[in-house]
């Protein structure tokens, strides 16, 4: 119950129901907040306790000075937590796990509960295995169930467990997007003691793209899983007050450009910007012309430009969307009024103030794609081509000859067909897709080419060469949420239909939507065929591509591309483009609106100016150009109008989490613990509560540690964590072969998450991950100097050979250190393989804070040194000193570090401790936040 020292508790009547509210005009200064700090403030005034919460800390909010560093620390408590089914599972996993420790220390099993309403939808399961034919949803969901049978069990018996935990089933959507279509509330009602009370609805989520909910108006951002489970658990997530950035919005976007396009140029901008650990708000006149789904979709990249949040104000346009999704009446009548009488109603005139200002006129916004390897990396669609061949030139083998040709680079003019790039099928004697056909790769010149011949099973040939276009996958949260592009990708593949055109044969096409909606509107649309027609199936409600669920190639393309050493490529409609992430073949991604994503399955290639250069030809032999299947804004809309209805939203959502006969059909475990079978490959009990004390023993310095990995810049959690397929011959596959799982049930690392055997295994074992402590080569291994020489073997075993001689580890890393997704696995693993601290020269917001959140200790390079200024090996022993003054209950701000040679010789430096606020301080103290949290969860029953 709040102190309310200051007077702030009132209410508010709507529709003849009366809320209690905490009014923000109860505290000076907060009219000059912007809109997400007065979100903070209103947290603060609910939840003052007079302890971890004071009146000095709501006035130091208020006071909010945008030209400061961030210095004061708040205590942020988010109205509930969403999880997606990957990181969700080690939640409930080590929830689980908790009940049986505190059980060990003499508490309450049953006080383990999430005392925040928590939300887990499962959408990171299914796997694109069968594509491009009318069955391919049914098999991959069949296919689904088979392989995770035992974790869906094991979350049925979590949500019957555990109270205010709710799982939406497979087959539903994507977490993110179902957040904004059903789960958001925009304005939470909830009964506190016996009141029923009003407050801004705040979350926070197992992943980082849960800041597309900011679209809203909701403040939410992702978190560690770890994190995560603190907040269920009734911990508020310890911040610093952030800075602001004020993003103006101004005119409308021009005939032609996608919210895709939008998205990428804001990626761009605010990444160039520098607003890592910051807030970003948007405001100005243009808000207003930015729709609903295109606010979730900029929302929704937020970590790719590496905000905390990027929120957009409450408006009609909110309202709106509310009302087409199906929410009741009265909650909307609640949005409105709450918003109104708080001042968190966007005024188009009203400009608060920022800490820092950048500005985008919408109506500059052109046509983009971004990669080949990072969404931030943008490039004009008129400069793709010439773009993608001079990347080309970091993927293939000089060996590799350049294409005599007639192109001549530097005219930039017009050329004809026959010189054009593009893959064009033969149509000649009947529908191209009535018998087998050879297709044609005409002359490319003026970069690196290795035709490699294939012939399918289906008869068709053709050359595969660098930058074939391999996956066109509509895929992800991100856009597919959005109807205006959804309906322009099936705008364009009714007019490629209608020409004879479809997916080259190399092409693995998929369409994985983030709702049933998009189904609905596409089936009442009558658009469906025509997707279906160019190769683009539903192949299942999930993140599939995106996340690395793509499935695999074309066999016989997938020879080919490894026969040759291809530089191909993957076109998605996803968020994500990392190296490794997408394929194992794949070694270029772009990310692309779904539009081109169908143009470019009909191209075929990267390889294409796609302004001046046909796409294919019709069934008369006429070439067929990108604007000839490019809809308009208009037939877009119309379509958009026509098409989406609310009953749709009602009708999907009526029982969302009840499942289908296949998850009804479920056996589910009961009981307040679970019963582990020893057994399971899947799910296991967590090591981290092994021998824990009832109070922490005192941290202590790091002494002759060793260098695990020495990293360069960018190394993202997807470098670090566990993700995509588990290959046989890795620590990971040998394991699951050694306990009798056969390799076509070996499943992702993501859908194993709840066995740590696993993923320790598959941690830094990303195929793209380049080791410079073994130079020359790619993929999870190191040196161990347990053995003479230093000989290069897996990570893993080299981990495992360390701590059987008690030797502590420590990582080296470059700039960005742990960007990506706020994988709990990327520290969860770390520190399982024995490391103790991680010394970079920036981190990424998310994996620093993990990194705390399992007793890793996170140290930056001094301000312009790195491991090469310093020249550093990988092959020294580390010392580190002074860490033991965080005993005293202070942080020391520096600790030295020795790194002692083999000839004798040091390096000495000052590394700055990177714990930034005193509740990270506690969790490394603690040893974690999880062994905090039950500490203190065991002292307070």
Same mark, same amino acid.
Request: aromatic content about 8%; hydrophobic content about 35%.
């Given at each position: ?559 080919? &591309?490894? !026969?040759?050493?291809? /530089? ?5 409609? *996803? ?6 992430? =997408? %394929? @194992? ?113 005192? &941290?202590? !310095?790091?002494?002759? /540690? ?5 990293? *360069? ?6 470098? =670090? %964590? @566990? ?219």
């Amino acid at each position: 119950m709040s102190v309310n020292s200051l007077g702030a508790k009132a209410e508010l009547s709507v529709n003849g129901t009366n809320y209690e509210i905490f009014r923000l005009d109860a505290v000076e200064g907060s009219q000059n907040l912007p809109y997400s700090l007065k979100v903070l403030l209103e947290n603060l005034l609910r939840t003052e306790d007079g302890a971890n919460i004071t009146a000095e800390d709501i006035k130091a909010l208020a006071a909010w000075d945008p030209n400061a560093e961030p210095s004061k620390e708040i205590q942020f408590t988010p109205a509930r937590v969403i999880m997606q089914d990957f990181t969700g599972v080690p939640c409930v996993v080590d929830l689980a796990t908790m009940r049986e420790a505190i059980t060990e220390l003499g508490g309450d099993p049953s006080k383990v509960n999430p005392l925040s309403p928590a939300e887990m939808v499962i959408d990171h399961s299914v796997i694109v295995e069968h594509f491009g034919t009318p069955e391919a949803f049914a098999k991959n969901v069949e296919v689904e169930y088979e392989r995770n049978r035992e974790r869906y069990q094991f979350l049925r018996w979590g949500q019957s467990a555990f109270d205010d935990f709710k799982v939406v089933p497979p087959g539903t959507g994507i977490v993110h997007q179902v957040n904004i279509e059903n789960l958001a509330r925009v304005i939470f009602p909830r009964e506190v003691n016996g009141v029923l009370q009003a407050y801004p609805d705040t979350c926070v989520g197992t992943d980082s793209h849960t800041t597309m909910v900011n679209g809203l108006g909701v403040v939410g951002w992702g978190v560690g899983g770890i994190e995560a489970e603190a907040a269920m658990l009734g911990q508020p997530v310890s911040m610093l007050i952030p800075r602001v950035v004020g993003f103006k919005l101004t005119g409308t976007l021009p005939e032609g450009v996608t919210a895709t396009d939008l998205v990428l140029t804001i990626t761009e901008m605010l990444r160039q910007h520098k607003v890592v650990g910051k807030f970003v708000e948007f405001y100005g006149p243009g808000v207003s012309a930015v729709p609903l789904a295109n606010r979730a979709t900029i929302g929704n990249m937020s970590p790719e430009y590496g905000s905390t949040i990027a929120v957009f104000p409450i408006d009609d346009k909110t309202t709106d969307y509310l009302r087409l999704t199906g929410r009741d009446e009265q909650q909307i009548a609640l949005v409105e009024a709450y918003a109104k009488e708080q001042g968190l109603w966007h005024d188009d005139d009203h400009e608060p103030a920022y800490s820092e200002y950048i500005e985008l006129d919408l109506s500059t916004v052109v046509p983009s794609i971004a990669g080949p390897k990072r969404p931030q990396d943008r490039v004009l669609l008129s400069d793709s081509k010439s773009d993608f061949r001079s990347a080309l030139a970091d993927y293939v083998e000089d060996g590799d000859e350049v294409a005599e040709g007639r192109i001549d680079e530097a005219s930039e003019e017009s050329f004809p067909a026959s010189d054009s790039p593009s893959f064009t099928a033969n149509t000649e004697g009947g529908d191209p897709e009535d018998q087998p056909h050879h297709f044609d790769s005409v002359p490319i010149s003026g970069r690196p080419s290795n035709p490699m011949p294939v012939t399918l099973a289906s008869g068709d040939s053709f050359n595969l060469d660098h930058g074939a276009v391999t996956i066109a996958a509509i895929t992800s949260c991100t856009n597919t949420s959005n109807p205006s592009v959804m309906i322009g990708a099936a705008l364009v593949a009714k007019k490629a239909a209608e020409k004879g055109l479809t997916r080259k044969p190399w092409v693995k096409t998929s369409l994985a939507p983030g709702s049933k909606v998009v189904m609905d509107y596409y089936n009442q649309s009558g658009l469906t065929p025509y997707m279906e027609k160019l190769g683009f199936n539903l192949v299942g409600y999930g993140c599939t591509t995106c996340i690395g669920n793509s499935g695999p190639l074309i066999p016989e393309v997938s020879q080919a &591309v490894n !026969d040759g050493d291809l /530089a191909v490529t993957a076109v998605l409609s *996803g968020n994500r483009n990392f190296e490794g992430r =997408i %394929s @194992p073949d794949i070694k270029m991604n772009y990310l692309a609106s779904p539009p081109l994503v169908v143009v470019y399955a009909i191209a075929g290639t990267m390889d294409i100016d796609l302004d001046r250069e046909p796409v294919g030809k019709d069934t008369e032999g006429n070439d067929v150009f990108m604007r000839d299947l490019w809809p308009t804004q208009a037939e877009i809309d119309e379509v958009v109008s026509t098409s989406i209805t609310k009953e749709m939203f009602t009708k999907d959502y009526a029982d969302v989490f009840a499942g289908d006969a296949q998850w009804q059909a479920l056996p589910t475990p009961t009981g307040n613990t679970f019963e582990w079978d020893d057994a399971s490959t899947y799910v296991r009990k967590a090591p981290y509560f092994e021998g824990m004390p009832e109070t922490p023993a005192p &941290v202590s !310095d790091i002494t002759g /540690a060793r260098v695990l990995l020495k990293l *360069g810049d960018s190394v993202t959690t997807d470098h =670090i %964590s @566990p993700a995509g397929n588990i290959k046989a011959d890795s620590p990971a596959g040998k394991y699951l072969a050694e306990n009798g799982v056969e390799r076509k049930d070996f499943n992702s690392y993501g859908s194993r998450r709840g066995n740590h055997e696993v993923m320790i295994r598959g941690t830094f074992a990303n195929i793209r991950l380049r080791n410079q402590l073994a130079p020359g080569t790619e993929g999870g291994v190191t040196r161990d100097f347990t053995q003479a020489d230093g000989p290069v073997t897996s990570v893993y075993d080299a981990s495992a050979n360390y701590k059987a001689a008690n030797t502590p580890l420590v990582v080296l890393g470059g700039k960005e250190y742990g960007s990506g997704s706020s994988r709990d696995w990327a520290a969860k693993g770390t520190a399982l393989l024995g490391v103790k601290a991680v010394i970079t020269e920036s981190y990424e917001r998310i994996h620093r804070s993990n990194l705390i959140g399992m007793g890793v200790l996170p140290l930056q390079f001094p301000a312009g040194e790195s491991h090469e200024s310093l020249g550093l090996t990988g092959e020294e022993t580390f010392d580190i000193t002074g860490v033991e003054e965080l005993n005293n209950g202070t942080t020391p701000k520096t600790v030295h570090v020795a790194a002692t040679k083999a000839d004798g010789s040091t390096v000495e430096f000052e590394a700055v401790v990177r714990i930034d606020t005193p509740g990270e301080a506690d969790y490394y103290r603690n040893g974690g936040i999880l062994q905090y949290v039950l500490r203190h969860m065991k002292a307070a029953a």
